[in-house]
């Protein structure tokens, strides 16, 4: 085993709650209200329902394997080299997730909070912290989630609250003016902006492989909670059209809050809780890809792989896109049929060839 | 002038963080992909700062996947 620390079952649930909050929380509420207009709150309800759904395929095809990572058992299953070479082709995603992750961080910084530090800046320094934990290991990682977890608890309930006076319930009617079909658009892009299927790479290293079932289950429905929280509220509070014209939709959100015109400009807590989250969706993305190349090349350490990564992370991220007019034009539409083949295509096949091998046997042994 | 020294110091720090320790345990396959993968990085951030031409990855996942995106995205009504 490469990697030696194990996290509990809670450390678990904590890390697939940041994760699930991740980038969503800024960039999701927009993405709903173009496509599925007021109705966004359920084309997100939906999305996650199937989010969970999928939940359970990926814990029944790692509790089949309860002590490997998805880059060694891949070569189980499918033989050594096609099994390489899946882990590789899932790495690649992984590897370019985790660059657009830093390239948000990037761009919601420069745009929002600091407009005159250049994007390489904030990059460099955001995958350098990054990296620290990743090479501290994920038993750190998971002691640091569970540190700030009622932090970003509490950024969102002050949000939510000091939200509450300006909802406008006649915003989100009328509910389904354009029938379904916008609605599953909407949870089409909202089910493959979560990318549960990573968390995977964290299932070997719990206490009970075995019920890592529950612990991501309870993390998604958590986090899920919160975003759609922010959905409903966008739409409430901003209406549609508002929301759709503003990129990170759920900052603005934070703009409206004025408690007797004392308690004003609150948005950089939403910035401080959106940090917060994408920092740990970053670690773990980047913890998965350092991981799981060590294990596909059967290197002795992970962590030697990390500082190379840092450098062509911090590359890419600059490479991925020309500017934010063509991040807009890849994001949730071609991003999700990209992701879709990893969230959907290789588990749900890994597990059927898995599930038939073994009945194979079975027959034979009988 | 100065991004390159920026680079090249980043580049030995990585090697002085990394390599004494791989070399002293004798790991030579992780020595190798450490290197090739340090090598990739470097010639890649060269490129960039010469102004070369760097073929972009999403503009590859976009050629592949756009047809079935937008006929996905139109049959759901999306362009309304």
């Known amino acids: 085993m490469i990697e030696k620390g194990k996290i509990s079952h809670r450390q678990l649930t904590v890390l697939t709650l940041l994760y699930t909050i991740g980038t969503s929380i800024l960039i999701v509420p927009s993405i709903m209200s173009v496509f599925s207009k007021q109705d966004g709150w359920i084309a997100c309800l939906v999305g996650i329902a199937v989010n969970l759904l999928f939940i359970l395929i990926y814990s029944t095809l790692a509790g089949r394997y309860p002590s490997l990572t998805l880059a060694e058992f891949s070569e189980k299953i499918v033989g050594k080299w096609l099994g390489k070479a899946i882990s590789l082709f899932f790495l690649s995603f992984i590897f370019l997730l985790s660059a657009f992750l830093l390239r948000v961080v990037g761009n919601f910084m420069t745009t929002h909070i600091m407009p005159n530090t250049p994007i390489e800046v904030t990059i460099i320094l955001f995958i350098s912290v990054v990296i620290y934990a990743v090479r501290l290991g994920i038993e750190t990682t998971a002691r640091a989630a569970e540190i700030f977890l009622p932090f970003v608890i509490a950024l969102f309930l002050f949000l939510t609250v000091f939200l509450l006076p300006q909802i406008e319930l006649d915003r989100v009617e009328p509910i389904f003016e354009n029938g379904m079909k916008p609605i599953i658009l909407g949870a089409f892009y909202c089910f493959n902006l979560q990318e549960q299927v990573i968390l995977m790479m964290l299932i070997p290293y719990t206490n009970q492989p075995r019920k890592a079932k529950k612990a991501l289950l309870a993390g998604t429905v958590l986090g899920s909670v919160v975003i759609i929280t922010t959905v409903l509220l966008s739409t409430l509070v901003l209406g549609t059209e508002f929301t759709q014209r503003n990129m990170y939709a759920s900052y603005t959100l934070a703009k409206q809050i004025s408690v007797g015109n004392f308690l004003q400009r609150v948005e950089a807590m939403l910035a401080i809780l959106w940090l917060i989250t994408i920092f740990f969706k970053t670690v773990i993305c980047v913890y998965a890809v350092s991981l799981g190349t060590a294990q596909t090349l059967k290197l002795k350490d992970y962590r030697t792989l990390t500082l190379p990564f840092g450098l062509l992370l911090v590359f890419l991220s600059l490479l991925v896109y020309d500017n934010i007019i063509s991040f807009i034009a890849f994001t949730p539409k071609v991003f999700s049929l990209y992701a879709t083949i990893f969230m959907v295509l290789i588990p749900v096949a890994l597990l059927g060839i898995d599930a038939l091998r073994s009945g194979l046997k079975e027959d034979q042994s009988t | ?80």
């Open chain 2, 1 to 80: 002038m100065m991004k390159y020294v920026a680079l090249i110091a980043a580049t030995a720090a990585i090697i002085l963080i990394e390599v004494p320790s791989l070399w002293k345990r004798r790991l030579i396959k992780d020595l190798w992909v450490f290197s090739s993968l340090l090598l990739l990085g470097v010639g890649l951030v060269m490129m960039r700062f010469l102004n070369l031409h760097i073929p972009n990855p999403v503009n590859g996942i976009d050629y592949v996947l756009q047809p079935l995106a937008e006929a996905i995205f139109h049959y759901l009504g999306g362009g309304q």
